[in-house]
């Protein structure tokens, strides 16, 4: 059975850091896309980055120039920087892996971040 698994999330001042990992484990599945997205208290999931198998990216309007979103095929690993981060960033955030070919896809448990003073 597959298994997404998130790491790196963590309390942090406004404008600092944070690299959020995420590792596929359970089975040799090639996900077409990875992505990350996020919810906050009180509101629904919305998506943070997505990236193809093939390196394309795309990130939400709030994240971008600040987060990057970047993948390890090989290890089957999606990875998110996170900068100057604010606030309005505090959010569980969620991994997600899509397989077309099997029409499936998978989330992780979440891993929370806090941005505050």
């Known amino acids: 059975q597959v298994q997404l698994v998130e790491s790196g999330g963590g309390l942090v001042q406004p404008g600092g850091s944070l690299r959020l990992s995420c590792a596929a484990s359970?089975?040799?599945?090639?996900?077409?896309?990875m992505g990350w997205y996020r919810q906050a208290p009180g509101k629904q999931r919305e998506v943070v980055a997505t990236?193809?198998?093939?390196?394309?990216?795309s990130h939400a309007d709030s994240v971008k120039g600040r987060f990057t979103i970047s993948r390890d095929n090989a290890k089957n690993r999606v990875y998110l920087q996170m900068n100057s981060l604010m606030p309005e960033d505090t959010a569980v955030y969620y991994c997600?892996?899509?397989?077309?070919?099997?029409?499936?896809?998978?989330w992780g448990q979440g891993t929370q971040v806090t941005v505050s003073s």
């Open positions: 997600n892996g899509r397989a077309f070919s099997i029409g499936v896809t998978y």
């Open positions: 359970g089975s040799s599945i090639s996900f077409d896309y």
């Open positions: 990236i193809s198998s093939g390196g394309s990216t």
